[in-house]
């Protein structure tokens, strides 16, 4: 493999690559699950994704990315481009040892999630995985946060994907070809709720005149964080809570998924956002785990949004800010935490609102600072945060969709712990499924898979208890 | 897992830790294939192993050991004795993709060599890997080299095994049990041709007073360098070639087998030692490699072959000094090539006979030492460097061996490439078998598993050509 064309590499993604450490490795990654098509079997369709992935040898740049070599002390500053492809290193095929339940394949994407990319080859790597005793055949990709955030990875994996069953067009997501606008695609994501609140339709890369506005932004969090008690502004303390230590490089994953139109029910229930729904499932389970664990805080746990600032036509870069928000999580009752927890969540997008959105990008970068200064050893340990886990919700398309005729039948983001915060939680909505994959810290996060009835019962709890009385 | 006693690190321990890049991962690893005993399938075999290892669970102390944390700036000079293993983290079950052949085997400990393991927790993993076509089991298993060297590794690997096929006794290497001497094992190896001929019987640590006499040794060497043309003193200049460059964390890894006995007929029919005809192997293979790769060097490569100052009593220690000797790839006629080799084997050997144990180590001190340096970016090119690869043998046991009946069927080794060092042979005998390894920095070594090829082609050299006339 040799190196071509040097590339000048913006600080928004050479961050990752600076901020990354052998406990921290900064790639996402997804699990897909597919069902083969009638007369299918596993063996049959992940033999044909590996044929067709492997014909795809026009390859989109940013699958040909990497850092230039010789890395220099300062950082990465450039990226090169390859010209081909070690496929054999890249695609990797893998057979789930019986009994080939879901908990096989969730602990095989945990091993290797905990894997640092090899920065002398474009850093992502696709991994075939058959076994499952259900008869689906799994995809788990990791992609470097460098070259993509969550919602971009997300973005490139259903542009391989089609609402049309006798679609026979399959190809691995690197190919050149689906930047075409020529095949038939599902409609593209609508905005998520978050980012339409904020109005953030423009791309931030492009519109650097707005940098001037920065500092008037700045100043409309400080009055914010004075006036108003429910906003959470950047840099106030969080608890210390496990979720905020040093961790290991190793990981461990859950993931499950409810049916889009529950969450939705339940919205529509207590007149509160989607979104708002997501974080009460979130606390409720998140309170459960740590009283299991013997680590509840008496503070309420702050949680730092990502909100994405995608548009429709941008694809591949990173592009989001970030709102904080309380969890309540130290509140009881059920009813008094949703209360809570909408009001913290009004608050902050108060603020987003009049944001433009490259002012909203510098707010982001004001409330995730502290993460730069964690690989400094002992700095987790003394230095107060803003918040203490991350939760994303990423809305995918609606409808079924399908590879090659198979219907993908789960779509699980796996994302990144840090020093300091030992837990992500991301929520996609795909084709009426909301798919939360939570990942943690192996070491730190015993039991981690709990979470996943504890969210449940949660669901229950907004469910079945009175209909919010807002403002009350 | 929680934290136990704090303990003392020695140097020669934590420079492991120290050196260790995320490019240049510091661990060892073994491969070791199975067959089930009769009536067993290999299902049963490996569903066998997965149950006895886990029953496993009085472990010896140096599976338990982790750097103690939170690591300090300048290094790690403490053990932590860790109470309990995350079994579900550290053994790791997988089946191999269709066809199952060999080399999806060599393909998958390729992929798993090049990812650091975790130092949060004990550094060690097995991985129990099914699949294969022709019916074997294969065990990969990877130990950071701060807890234990090749040979050692190799040694701890042994215990678990016995001579008596009927012995149902099988259990994992870290069960405490076997530490204690009850047991029926196979005999202990013999000491190598290489430390027989050093002398080197006592164990190097505890002989600090030795350290008085390295500066004669230094002098010694000295002299050597001067008036014998045939010995390569430490830090003479080595060509440069592509062996000898920057590499990246993905590895290749190929292995093959011979029979013992074919390699001592060699040795006998020319008068020379088992070493020399695997150095000449070697060289022939190098030569055709780099050949191939039309990147082979004007001089002759130069290689550094560890020695082990193991003794028989001694067990989880890093003991080790090296020689320098001349490969003679630049010579195109086998007979010639290997008469250069033995003069050189010869003459460095004539130095180490004379030197103590800790001396011996102090001349291998010196002979890595830029090793020390190559992870700062640039010094590998730019730096002067007394050897182009090493090549380790390392002797086991001559009978057959079984683990619970099933019995080793190949045992090999998968060492360490480096900064400057993107390659690394290593082979053991076992039961007959001679069983090369070889590991190489994937990028920057393409087409390695041809190097199986062209060993075989120089051993049939060596197998037809007039018998050496030594000192002709």
């Given amino acids: 493999m040799k190196g071509g064309a040097v590339q000048y590499m913006p600080v928004t993604q050479s961050m990752f690559l600076i901020a990354e450490t052998r406990d921290q490795p900064m790639h996402v990654g997804g699990l897909q699950l597919f069902l083969p098509r009638d007369c299918q ?100 990709s990791k992609i470097h946060h460098s070259l993509a955030d969550g919602v971009t990875a997300l973005r490139m994996l259903q ?21 075409r606008p020529r095949r038939k695609r599902p409609s593209a994501p609508k905005p998520s709720l978050l980012s339409r609140v904020t109005g953030a339709v423009g791309s931030a890369v492009e519109m650097a005149d707005e940098l001037i506005g920065t500092v008037p932004a700045a100043a409309k969090i400080a009055a914010a964080g004075v006036f108003d008690h429910d906003f959470v502004a950047p840099m106030q303390m969080a608890p ?13 994953f859950a993931a499950q998924d409810w049916p889009v139109e529950r969450l939705r029910a339940a919205a ?3 007149c509160i956002t989607f979104n708002d729904v997501v974080l009460a499932m979130c606390s409720g389970a998140l309170r459960r785990y740590l009283d299991d664990q013997d680590a509840l805080p008496d503070d309420s746990l702050h949680v730092c949004q990502p909100v994405s600032l995608h548009t429709e036509g941008d694809s591949a870069s990173n592009a989001i800010t970030a709102i904080l928000a309380r969890l309540a999580t130290d509140v009881a009752d ?33 409330n995730v600072w502290p993460l ?99 403002g009350a």
């Fill in 334 to 366: 059920p009813a008094e935490r949703l209360r809570e927890i909408v009001a913290s969540t009004a608050s902050a997008k108060g603020v987003v609102r009049e944001l433009k959105p490259l002012q909203s990008l510098a707010l982001g970068a004001a």
């Fill in 159 to 179: 542009r391989t994907l089609t609402t049309d069953p006798d679609d026979r067009g399959g190809t691995a997501f690197w190919d050149n070809d689906l930047l």
């Fill in 41 to 140: 079997t596993a063996e049959e369709l992940a033999e044909e994704i590996h044929e067709k992935f492997l014909a795809a040898t026009d390859i989109q740049s940013t699958f040909l990315k990497r850092p230039a070599s010789p890395a220099n002390l300062a950082g990465y500053t450039a990226w090169q481009q390859a010209h081909d492809i070690d496929f054999d290193y890249h695609v990797r095929r893998i057979i789930l040892p019986r009994p080939g339940e879901i908990k096989n394949l969730l602990r095989y994407v945990s091993l290797n999630h905990g894997a640092l990319l090899d920065r002398s080859r474009p850093m992502w790597e696709l991994h075939i995985i058959e076994g499952l005793a259900d008869g689906r055949v799994a995809l788990y």
């Fill in 240 to 252: 210390d809570t496990i979720l905020n230590v040093p961790i290991g490089s190793a990981r461990r």
């Fill in 268 to 270: 529509r229930r207590h």
């Fill in 372 to 470: 730069a200064f964690a690989p400094v050893p002992g700095f987790v340990n003394y230095t107060p945060r803003g918040f203490n886990l991350m939760i994303s919700t990423v809305p995918g398309p609606e409808e079924d969709l399908y590879w090659n005729g198979a219907k993908l039948d789960g779509c699980y983001p796996v994302s990144i712990p840090m020093e300091g915060l030992a837990m992500n939680i991301t929520m996609t909505t795909v084709a009426g499924k909301a798919n939360f994959g939570i990942i943690g810290a192996r070491a730190q996060l015993p039991r981690l898979q709990r979470i996943l009835d504890h969210l449940e019962i949660s669901l229950v709890e907004l469910e079945e208890m009175e209909p919010l009385q807002q």
